[in-house]
């Protein structure tokens, strides 16, 4: 089994846990998304669609927004109306904090609007409907915060206009607290992560509970058993649910997954991921690398460190990494969690961009390539982090290779073009289905800044690397691959030339040393070999300055 980055901090680590973590799903009525079917589901609910016209409507939105005002001062639950910009989730966080929530049910709701498809009736003078279309507007949505026993905190967004679409929002790790709760398991849970655990193995068999077959049919029921009488109720009561056949059906629409290494001390970690955000950024090509400075203890409560947080306070205590990289509608980052918790994660944004389907009881499947993206966005930073050259590959890189029958020209790593494409390929490397020419070529571009480079030459490049087996192209696809062998042997020999020989020699032309004010441990490195170096060139006769003419 190939060696993963997890794999390799073992004996750093008291548990590990791999968990999914926030789900959205969207939750659709089905009938009332033609215009058919809406005439036939308000003929089911009223007897005819005499009264269906724009008035009506809207008469609808304005019983549901009543009824929940209503309802929510009858049994004191909260109703905020929030403006544009404002994060929900953390006004529902925040609120959580302070109040003491007892028993299960709605605690809190909040509104705001957001835009979302509406019907729009449009009637000939005699009051016959001549269209009945969809338009996107501005409408307010009601986010109901629930209190569940066995999923935790979960939010239930849902539009006041008919047919009433709405977006159910969980997080497997609350799932996860619940259980270990009735498992008899010690914990101490900060915000979205487990900093302690007193049996990681029985967390970790708790946690794949979540990700089992099995999952679908618990999403399935706690979504059942809040939708219609916490939420919808106030849209259609009971009897005209009943009445009218209204229900819903659900897809799966973001899912996070993410694999969780609790370190035994921060120091180690802090060693160990500084060390690998310094190797991994410049091979993935990570455009978004952040280290706050300046928190005297980690912030929080919030998803996101605050940058305000980062200026005003003076004397650090820790220092905060944050990378992503991204592939269209998929992210994989890694990022610290509370003082000891390093986590790894794979992010749909939408799952049409995975191909296994959205509805439900594809859930499973969903997960499982997450689990498989992470997996591999595992592998690459170890194999990026610990680089290896096999013997002679620095000799046989230049020299003619074969594809099949055909005789290809060798690598040049003198070649700047050769070298982005290397660099390209590595940051490439952790797509699960592999890459595509013109993905090469894209980021190609985007580490050049140059558009010059076609496909034409992206595809020639990629035969020159499949001639050294540094790049695979498996049967009649038109994907490419990189081993985890390729990957430690491109890294390596991109650092050599990057990262080693170009500053070495550059630090010997320049006869002055110059230390920068802050100074690293790779920094030292550097002008102990460039003095070395200086000796070494003298004794072999190699001047580093152009003779005089």
Not at 493 to 522: C, F, H, M, Q, W
Request: charged share 25%; aromatic share 8%.
């Amino acid at each position: 089994m190939i060696e993963a980055f997890s794999d390799r901090c073992q004996d750093l680590l008291t548990g590990r846990y791999d968990c999914v973590d926030r789900v959205v799903l969207n939750a659709y009525f089905s009938l009332g998304s033609s215009p058919g079917g809406f005439r036939t589901w308000w003929r089911g609910l009223y007897g005819d669609d005499g009264g269906l016209d724009n008035t009506h409507l809207m008469r609808m939105a304005g019983r549901f927004s009543r009824r929940v005002r209503g309802w929510a001062a009858g049994n004191g639950v909260p109703v905020i109306d929030c403006g544009r910009g404002e994060r929900k989730h953390e006004i529902a966080r925040e609120y959580l904090a302070e109040h003491a929530v007892l028993g299960s049910g709605v605690f809190l709701i909040l509104v705001a609007k957001a835009p979302v498809p509406v019907w729009d009736v449009r009637q000939s003078q005699a009051g016959t409907i001549v269209n009945l279309a969809r338009k996107t507007a501005y409408v307010n949505h009601y986010s109901f915060h629930i209190l569940d026993p066995v999923w935790g905190h979960v939010t239930i967004k849902m539009s006041s206009h008919p047919p009433f679409p709405a977006q159910v929002i969980l997080n497997g790790h609350e799932y996860l607290a619940c259980a270990a709760q009735k498992a008899d398991i010690g914990f101490v849970k900060e915000d979205n992560c487990f900093t302690r655990v007193d049996d990681p193995a029985g967390l970790a068999q708790l946690a794949d509970t979540v990700s089992s077959p099995e999952a679908v049919g618990r999403l399935g029921q706690v979504i059942d058993s809040w939708i219609y009488t916490a939420c919808l109720c106030f849209g259609l009561d009971l009897t005209e649910q009943e009445r009218s056949g209204f229900r819903y059906s659900y897809s799966v629409y973001q899912v996070e997954y993410s694999r969780n290494l609790i370190f035994a001390s921060g120091q180690a970690l802090d060693a160990v991921f500084d060390t690998m955000t310094s190797r991994v950024r410049s091979g993935l090509d990570v455009p978004r690398l952040r280290t706050l400075f300046g928190a005297r203890r980690r912030p929080a409560g919030t998803g996101e460190p605050s940058m305000k947080l980062a200026a005003t306070l003076e004397r650090p205590a820790w220092d905060l990494t944050i990378f992503k990289a991204h592939f269209g509608l998929l992210t994989v980052k890694a990022y610290s969690k509370g003082e000891r918790v390093l986590r790894l994660e794979a992010i749909t944004h939408n799952t049409k961009s995975l191909g296994v389907g959205r509805v439900l009881d594809r859930f499973g499947d969903i997960v499982v390539r997450l689990q498989q993206i992470c997996d591999r966005f595992d592998v690459v930073c170890d194999c990026v982090d610990t680089t290896f050259v096999p013997d002679g590959l620095l000799d046989d890189l230049p020299r003619p290779g074969h594809v099949g029958a055909a005789r290809v020209a060798g690598v040049n790593l003198d070649d700047a073009r050769l070298r982005a494409v290397l660099a390209a390929v590595i940051a490439l490397a952790p797509l699960p289905d592999g890459f595509t020419v013109a993905d090469l070529t894209a980021k190609v571009h985007a580490l050049t800044g140059e558009t010059g480079y076609t496909t034409r030459q992206a595809a020639y490049d990629l035969k020159k690397l499949r001639g050294k087996r540094l790049v695979d192209k498996p049967g009649r696809t038109r994907r490419y691959h990189v081993s985890p062998d390729a990957i430690r042997a491109v890294t390596a020999l991109l650092t050599l030339r990057e990262k080693v020989i170009a500053p070495i020699v550059a630090g010997v032309r320049d006869e002055a040393d110059r230390t920068p004010a802050t100074i690293t441990r790779i920094d030292r490195d550097y002008q102990a070999l460039r003095a070395g170096m200086r000796t070494l060139f003298d004794d072999l006769g190699i001047t580093t300055t152009p003779a005089a003419a």
